[in-house]
Every structure is written in C-alpha cells, then in structure tokens.
C-alpha cells in the first residue's frame, strides 16, 4: 500500500499536498505504520502493536535489584558481532527461586579476533572474582560462521575451568532460528511480565568497571525496549512471514539477543531439559 501511494504522487502533487517533505514523508509513515515515524525521526521510543517487551516492563527490570546468589550455575548468552556497525554482547544470569538475576554484561564493537578473545575472557575474569567456583554455561549463538567454535576454542586454550559450551546438531553453540527466536522472545516477556527479572544488588559485572557497567546497561535498555516482531506482507499463494528484529532505523539488537540468549538457556537448564547433557558428570544436582 505504502509503495503505490508513493508511485501516483508526482513532484508536483507532492508539493501542492504536503507543506513540506517532512509533511509528505510523516503522512506515508502514519498511514503504513503508526509511531514508527516517531522512533525513528524523533528519537521517542514507546510501545506500540509490535514490540515485543513493553517500555515499562523493562523500565521495572533494570530498577529490579535483587541478591545475588553464589551456589548456583551462570549462564552466559554470547552474540558475537555480525561485521558493520553491530556489536559483540554477553549477558550472564543466574537463577533462584525461579528469578533471573542479571550479574554481567559486555557490549563492544571488535574488528580482530583479539578484541573478541580480550572482550571474552575479560568478561569470564569479571564474574570469577566473585564467583569463583560456580560453573559457566555458555550460550554462543552459532549462526554466523565458526564464531562460536573459536570462543569455544579460546577457553579450552586459556584453560578455563569448571565451564560448559551448549552444542546443537555437532555444532559449538546454539542456534537462533525463526522459531528459536519466538521462544527466546516469550521466555524473556514471561519473567518480564511475572516481575521475575531483575539487576544483581551488588552490581552488574563488566570487565572495564562501573562506569562501563553503567553504558552497557543503557544500551540493554535501549535495545530491549526497541525489539519488535514484524509480520510480513505475503505474495499470492504464499503464507506470511514474521521477522523478529531491533535493528530498525540502523540500531543494533546484539544486547537483546544476548539477554534472550541467557534467560532461554538458563530456564532449560535449570529444568535439566538440554539434550545430550550429562548433568551429573558435570556435577549438576
């Protein structure tokens, strides 16, 4: 629809119709899709019919302070960064009680295998520190490349111990399929929604310190509060699609995944519901 009102407004019309360019662009954005001009043009971010997280559950997230707790496993979901402007994010969380505490987060632009490596294991020394002896469950995301196999292989060459590395179909990592991600999407919502999530009371870990901390906190916000599900038009004869995504109007979604990554596979596997797992050998009660 947005495409043939556009084809039929010829410059002149366009002038006598619309005032401005502004007008004329603000008018086809609200006809195709209502506060998507806003976001985008005016820097508002508020909910609308396809996000996927509401603000003010977000908001209530990252105000959520909650005891940490030290005798259980962390989850660390990586997103390692697809080239461009995108960003390599972790996220790490545990669980109590059947709430999710955020306890560390990276978010980095990297260009060398260096800067994925320094990011990585900075982030693992982080949580050691204060959590010296529970075990890492690493959630790398798999789809692009072998990203996942050499963070796999950086820990094992750096000899870090009492860590796991989930694997799907003989791959290093997990995967993120359109089906995965409506899992991820509505196992993050359902804590989100029950108050169940919340920021470690002693503070969310990063490698770099408070103030680090403290940005990449942000930008979790901005990207969760910006993620959206978008169904997409189908061709005769073909069903619709839906596309799960933060990267509208040239933003990053990397954080989001990385939380999304966490909370799924930390709920899997405090239910003990990861195939081809051995928990015992890995000391899991």
């Known amino acids: 629809t947005r495409h043939r009102f556009f084809c039929f407004l010829t410059p002149c019309f366009a002038h006598t119709f619309f005032s401005s ?4 662009v603000r008018e086809i954005y609200k006809n195709a899709q209502a506060g998507l001009f806003e976001r985008e043009s005016q820097g508002l971010n508020y909910d609308d019919s396809t996000a996927c997280f509401p603000t003010p ?3 209530a997230m990252m105000e959520r302070q909650i005891e940490p707790h030290y005798n259980t496993q962390i989850v660390l979901g990586f997103d390692p960064s697809g080239g461009g402007g995108s960003a390599m994010s972790l996220v790490s969380c545990t669980m109590h009680q059947n709430t999710v ?3 560390g987060w990276e978010e980095q ?9 320094a990011c990585l294991l900075g982030h693992i020394r ?3 520190r204060y959590y010296p002896k529970n075990l890492i469950v690493c959630a790398f995301e ?3 490349g072998m990203e996942s196999a050499h963070a796999a292989a950086c820990l094992e060459r750096e000899n870090v111990s009492n860590m796991y590395v989930i694997r799907e179909k003989n791959r290093m990592g997990v995967y993120t399929t359109l089906a995965r991600k409506e899992l991820y999407t509505d196992t993050l919502r359902f804590y989100l929604e029950q108050n169940c999530i919340g920021l470690s009371k002693k503070g969310v870990l990063s490698r770099r310190g408070t103030k680090e ?4 906190q942000r930008v979790v916000r901005e990207q969760v509060c910006s993620y959206r599900r978008l169904d997409i038009p189908s061709k005769p004869g073909t069903m619709a699609k839906r596309q799960y995504t933060g990267k509208l109007g040239g933003n990053n979604d990397d954080a989001c995944i990385a939380l999304q ?3 799924y596979w930390l709920t899997l596997w405090q239910i003990k519901s990861i195939p081809g797992v051995n928990l015992e050998a890995l000391g899991v009660q």
Do not use: H
Not at 109 to 117: A, G, L, N, R, S
């Open 21 to 24: 360019k502004y007008e004329m």
């Open 57 to 59: 559950l977000v908001k």
């Open 126 to 128: 982080a949580l050691r």
């Open 213 to 216: 901390s403290a940005r990449v």
């Open 142 to 144: 798999s789809n692009l």
């Open 109 to 117: 632009p990297v260009t060398t295998v260096q800067d994925v490596e």
């Open 261 to 263: 990554l966490a909370v």
């Open 101 to 103: 505490t955020v306890i």
